[in-house]
């Protein structure tokens, strides 16, 4: 599964940690928002993130408002993964540690991320130089392990190896082509064979 599938299929679930904030009743300096996964919480991370352990989860972040009805979440996210070398398949111990910033606005605000129809016919105009657009959500409530959870699937490493793990037998195409393997040449020497 590609890395930004598994990211979506994170966000379209319940996060393993769940760290819930009443939007509504946040303070004007914000609030800190802890949470720690528990040895059940690792396994099914784990077993979502499609790798061989997590030894650790950890969310430590703060919630703040932001513009009128908005949200701004700043936090770190860390823990300790046991991945499968993609050489050797040995476990890879690695560490993820990962800030993360993300903006959410109310379903239906001006300030969400939206297609420009006219001019663009429906499609998204997004500036790779400048900020994410906020994200919405619905209702009066947002879980910041959700999104610790995608930050810390992000922060893994896509090709974990051991130190020195080598591919071998490798062979590189050298462009030119391999007449033993064609299939006309084969046959064009089975009609010389069959003419008189």
């Not at 062979?171 to 003419?195: I, R, T």
Request: charged content about 35%; some cysteine; glycine content about 8%.
């Amino acid at each position: 599964m590609k890395k930004s599938e598994q990211i979506e299929e994170l966000a379209s679930r319940k996060p393993v940690l769940s760290l819930p904030v009443q939007v509504l009743r946040l303070k004007s300096l914000g609030e800190t928002v802890k949470g720690q996964a528990d040895e059940a919480m690792l396994e099914m991370l784990a077993e979502r993130l499609n790798i061989l352990k997590v030894h650790s989860f950890e969310v430590d972040s703060r919630v703040f408002k932001w513009k009128k009805n908005g949200v701004r979440i700043e936090g770190r996210v860390s823990g300790d993964v046991e991945q499968a070398c993609v050489v050797t398949l040995k476990p890879v111990a690695e560490k993820v540690d990962e800030t993360f910033e993300v903006i959410l606005v109310p379903q239906g605000s001006p300030f969400a991320r939206r297609a420009n129809d006219e001019a663009t016919g429906g499609e998204l105009i997004v500036d790779p130089e400048g900020e994410d657009p906020p994200e919405e959500f619905t209702g009066d409530e947002i879980d910041v392990g959700s999104y610790a959870e995608e930050f810390f699937a992000l922060g893994l490493n896509d090709y974990p190896r051991h130190d020195g793990a080598e591919f071998s037998g490798h062979v590189e195409d050298d462009g030119s082509e391999d007449e033993s393997e064609n299939p006309f040449a084969a046959l064009a020497g089975l009609k010389d064979k069959l003419d008189p």
